[in-house]
């Protein structure tokens, strides 16, 4: 049985114009994957002498350093350098590389000596690791199962696609494993809906 929210998205979804001129991908994985396949920058952070004090990545390394200011090593930074990758995904795999292989003074996790912090915690989420996998794949099946359905009968893509996304949406809320991921994927429902100013 739908919830009554499911049942209205579906009634409002055969409301909505057809938005799909272009395949790309709508909705929080097309700005996920747009966000993910833009340029990103490995950034290192030297004292004074030159000595390597950290490397990180980030779309925005001006907003990530802001980040690091509270950090009791902060003082320390005398200036920064940027290597600019294609993708986030470049620049993460970069970035792990550069950890290991020039050792920088202050990152502690992507080090060899790195280990998982053994706290209540982490023993849930990595007892819990293999039922999330589980649910994350029934919910990927259920939103096209979903979707196909909804073309079937005739909506456009773009509706059949948001029927889809609600049906996995509510789908994890109900398992009480995903809180966070559902709140921001109803949130993105929600603002994709809202009326544009």
Known sequence: MQSASAEQELTEAKQEPDRTATAEPTGAMGAWARRWYSPAAVYRLWDAAGNLLYVGSAFDPEKRCHGHRDRPWWPEVARRTEEWKESRGAAYTAELEAIAMERPRHNVMGTPEYRTPDTPAIRRRNALASIRGRY??????????????????????????????????????????????VKRRRRALAEETAPRA
Do not use: K
């Not at 029934?138 to 199962?145: H, T």
């Not at 456009?156 to 948001?162: F, G, H, I």
């Open 136 to 181: 994350l794949r029934q919910s990927g099946e259920l939103r096209s199962e979903i979707a196909q359905a909804a073309r079937e009968a005739g909506y456009t893509w773009a509706q059949a696609d948001r029927m889809g996304r609600v049906a996995e949406v509510e789908f994890l809320g109900r398992t009480d494993l995903f809180a966070d991921s």
